[in-house]
């Protein structure tokens, strides 16, 4: 199998090829690299060769690189799998600086052979450091192409030299969204940052970048961190601008990962250092910073979760091999902030939507939402006014439930009420083909007890979004007791129609992300009945990766529905109910009238445009703060441990059937510390034992909720880990 072709025309211009085949994307293997190697080789070592275009037999350049280069790296390494990467990752850096300094003399920067890089679309990781070895970037004026360098987004930074050559390139300040935040670019603006140097008409793209090569000087060719008296933009470390640059640097980096996240902090150290060195030098150490990187757990339980199991999910893992059943027609029942939010993103998709709700009014807002998202996408030139009128035209907003005739999926979003909902169910499927599947969009109520109401079981199924839709990644789908597989199929290549990542698991109360988040509600505000200072809960949170604290989570999903799922699961487990202790607080809040960032009061106070303030000091006029308070293991511990074991419950009861749906639904559903790689990736991390010992001793001192599950225990006596015993983790993808 060839990756790369080579071919040199009548003017002594070689071209070398990137097209993987089989693949709409290249990706580069540990193949692809020996026989880029050897073109690069055999360019330089011909006399006949005048120059080189580097460039992509696709409509893109290129996605990544293949993640299984660094495991096999690892394990070709044996003992000492930190060697082995460093090797292999040094070996890499030669033939990119090998093409970089395209056989010029190293004292005089004369003799080169002029490289560019034509790029017809897409270049991302890798498929932006080939090119930033190459002396010219020419890009082909695609708005739809992405140019970038992603990889922090998984827990790695760019390794192999996309960090040392655009901190020199650009400076450390100018590189920093790029790298720091993997900022992703359309040609244009990725011209205009001075990552790429020409933008030009598709067709001329190969003929702009031969002209160039062909008339192309010694000194066009030198890189500027090549030539005498080179000086970083923005000044170096030493510098006093680039003294103050570093410093904010510094302080931003660990602001925003709370110094949880390594990769952000080893890609700024390696800036940092290799800002002091020449080129050469810079690449070693970059390649060390990558190299400790990649050695974190963190990092690679990203990868794996944040990626490689992400991607496996969005491409049917867990599909029952049934045919084909992409949507053609949705009906949404209901037009409030749920079902408007499904029927944008499924008009988006290029499904055909019928928008139902009882009154024309509440219909008509519902699609409006739609309308509102498309018209800041036109402010911000990311949608055309043809595609806003293209994706309202597809929604039909109506109270006429005769309109959801030939729709192939329902999706219900009306009242949490299992009566209502139960109306709706048998009204709907009186109308609608025999065939159409209908999906409740419920966040609590068992998907079991609903199919009651349908006369087709097998074809009832669950499909929960979370809040906003248009924002969030993750759609959990749940299978009850009577589910067939169409029902399941059918949901899963919905959720691949509107690019979302999928998990499946089977009812139960709260299905798996509920179980886990709410726990996690509860233990921070059975925390703050107990008189642990507020601010220690929150900030002990956020010091672990979660986006949100407890308190503030609660405010922003609302406190009175907190009482509403409180009375609720009372309701249902009667003298079982273990969260009397929570219900002090949230009821009291209730009473007082503070709701959450709707009401503009909750545990936080809010100004008159919504925007939260500090936390709300009248709390401990009711629930004072305790003279002695706790040490910050001991609230993180709880917080942890509050959804973890959920987690592990869930697999046990076998409402999961697949950790990786369980790490991938807790980053993407509620935010669950993207650098553990999730709840059963972290308890791998700390080891079962350790997590044991921690849930002994949360349960000696509060009570029964930190129980040790057998499955962990177990895990503990063996030595195993999850992902030992339960995962695959063995799919391939780019990064």
Same mark, same amino acid.
């Given at each position: 199998m060839t990756d790369f072709h080579y071919s040199v025309d009548a003017d002594g211009v070689a071209t070398i090829t990137w097209d993987l085949p089989n693949k709409s994307m290249n990706v580069l293997s540990m193949e692809g690299i020996k026989e880029f190697d050897a073109c690069i080789d055999k360019a330089l070592g011909d006399d006949a060769v005048k120059g080189i275009i580097v460039?992509?037999?696709?409509?893109?350049?290129?996605?990544?690189?293949?993640?299984?280069?660094?495991?096999?790296?690892?394990?070709?390494?044996?003992?000492?799998?930190?060697?082995?990467?460093?090797?292999?990752?040094?070996?890499?850096?030669?033939i990119l600086r090998k093409l970089e300094r395209a056989g010029m003399d190293p004292k005089t920067n004369k003799g080169g052979k002029p490289v560019a890089c034509a790029m017809p679309g897409t270049g991302l990781g890798i498929g932006l450091e080939i090119p930033l070895a190459c002396h010219r970037i020419f890009v082909a004026d695609n708005p739809k192409a992405k140019i970038g360098l992603p990889e922090i987004k998984v827990g790695i930074f760019p390794g192999m030299g996309g960090t040392t050559r655009v901190s020199r390139l650009l400076g450390a300040m100018a590189a920093a969204p790029i790298l720091l935040e993997g900022k992703l670019?359309?040609?244009?603006?990725?011209?205009?940052?001075?990552i790429v140097h020409e933008v030009v008409e598709p067709s001329e793209l190969l003929a702009k970048a031969k002209d160039w090569v062909l008339n192309a000087k010694d000194a066009d060719i030198v890189k500027p961190w090549d030539a005498k008296g080179w000086k970083m933009p923005g000044g170096a470390p030493y510098h006093p601008a680039g003294f103050m640059t570093f410093v904010g640097a510094s302080a931003m980096v660990h602001g925003n990962t709370q110094g949880v996240y390594p990769a952000a902090k080893a890609l700024l150290s390696a800036v940092y250092e290799g800002a002091m060195?020449?080129?050469?030098?810079?690449?070693?150490?970059?390649?060390?910073?990558?190299?400790?990187?990649?050695?974190?757990?963190?990092?690679?339980?990203?990868?794996?979760?944040?990626?490689?199991?992400k991607e496996a999910l969005e491409k049917g893992a867990n599909r029952p091999a049934v045919d084909d059943q992409t949507v053609k027609k949705v009906g949404v029942l209901g037009a409030g902030m749920m079902g408007a939010g499904i029927a944008y993103v499924s008009a988006n998709a290029g499904i055909e939507v019928v928008l139902i709700d009882q009154k024309q009014e509440a219909a008509d807002k519902g699609k409006s939402y739609s309308e509102t998202i498309l018209d800041k996408g036109i402010s911000r030139k990311k949608v055309?006014?043809?595609?806003?009128?293209?994706?309202?035209?597809?929604?039909?907003?109506?109270?006429?439930?005769?309109?959801?005739?030939?729709?192939?999926?329902?999706?219900?979003?009306?009242f949490e009420d299992i009566g209502v909902k139960a109306e709706m169910t048998k009204k709907v499927e009186a109308i609608v083909d025999e065939n159409c599947i209908f999906a409740s969009n419920t966040s609590t109520l068992p998907i079991s007890e609903l199919a009651k109401a349908s006369v087709r079981p097998d074809q009832f199924i669950g499909i929960h979004f979370f809040s906003p839709v248009d924002k969030m990644l993750l759609v959990e789908i749940i299978k009850g007791k009577q589910t067939g597989d169409v029902a399941v199929a059918k949901a899963l290549d919905?959720?691949?129609?509107?690019?979302?990542?999928?998990?499946?698991?089977?009812?139960?109360?709260?299905?798996?992300?509920?179980?886990?988040?709410?726990?996690?509600?509860?233990?921070?505000?059975?925390?703050?009945?107990?008189?642990?200072?507020?601010?220690?809960?929150?900030?002990?949170?956020?010091?672990?990766?979660?986006?949100? =604290? #407890?308190?503030?989570?609660? *405010?922003?999903?609302?406190?009175?529905?907190? +009482?509403? !799922?409180?009375?609720?699961?009372? $309701?249902?487990?009667?003298?079982?109910?273990?969260?009397e202790a929570v219900d002090e607080v949230v009821f009291w809040m209730f009473d007082q009238g503070r709701l959450g960032k709707k009401?503009?009061?909750?545990?936080?106070?809010?100004?008159?445009?919504?925007?939260?303030?500090?936390?709300?000091?009248?709390?401990?006029?009711?629930?004072?703060?305790?003279?002695?308070?706790?040490?910050?293991?001991?609230?993180?511990?709880?917080?942890?441990?509050?959804?973890?074991?959920?987690?592990?419950?869930?697999?046990?009861?076998?409402?999961?059937?697949?950790?990786?749906?369980?790490?991938?639904?807790?980053?993407?559903?509620?935010?669950?510390?993207?650098?553990?790689? =999730? #709840?059963?990736?972290?308890? *791998?991390?700390?080891?079962?034992?350790?997590? +044991?010992? !921690?849930?002994?001793?949360?349960? $000696?001192?509060?009570?029964?909720?930190?129980?040790?599950?057998?499955?962990?225990?177990?895990?503990?006596?063996?030595?195993?880990?999850?992902?030992?015993r339960f995962g695959t983790g063995k799919d391939s993808k780019a990064a």
């Open positions: 460039t992509s037999g696709k409509d893109t350049f290129a996605g990544g690189m293949d993640l299984n280069i660094i495991a096999r790296m690892k394990e070709e390494a044996g003992d000492e799998p930190a060697k082995g990467l460093f090797e292999g990752l040094m070996s890499m850096h030669a670019m359309d040609p244009k603006k990725a011209k205009s940052s001075g060195v020449p080129f050469d030098t810079a690449i070693k150490i970059e390649a060390r910073w990558f190299t400790n990187v990649l050695m974190n757990p963190s990092s690679s339980n990203m990868i794996r979760s944040l990626f490689i199991n055309t006014p043809e595609k806003k009128e293209e994706v309202l035209g597809r929604i039909l907003a109506t109270t006429d439930l005769d309109a959801l005739k030939g729709c192939d999926l329902i999706i219900e979003a009306v919905y959720v691949r129609q509107i690019r979302k990542t999928p998990i499946v698991v089977n009812d139960a109360r709260f299905f798996y992300a509920n179980r886990c988040i709410i726990p996690y509600i509860n233990e921070g505000v059975r925390m703050a009945a107990e008189g642990v200072d507020l601010p220690l809960i929150e900030n002990a949170a956020k010091l672990l990766g979660f986006p949100l =604290g #407890p308190l503030q989570l609660i *405010d922003e999903t609302s406190i009175d529905l907190g +009482v509403k !799922i409180a009375k609720a699961t009372k $309701a249902a487990m009667g003298d079982d109910y273990p969260d009401a503009g009061a909750g545990f936080y106070d809010y100004d008159e445009k919504g925007k939260r303030g500090l936390l709300w000091k009248g709390f401990t006029d009711e629930f004072p703060a305790a003279d002695a308070q706790p040490d910050l293991d001991e609230v993180q511990h709880r917080l942890m441990m509050a959804q973890v074991l959920e987690a592990v419950r869930a697999l046990e009861d076998g409402v999961l059937t697949d950790i990786r749906e369980g790490d991938v639904g807790a980053i993407l559903g509620w935010g669950f510390a993207p650098w553990s790689g =999730g #709840p059963f990736a972290w308890l *791998d991390i700390i080891g079962a034992a350790k997590a +044991v010992e !921690i849930c002994d001793n949360l349960t $000696a001192t509060h009570g029964p909720r930190f129980k040790t599950p057998e499955l962990l225990r177990d895990l503990a006596k063996s030595g195993e880990t999850f992902y030992g």
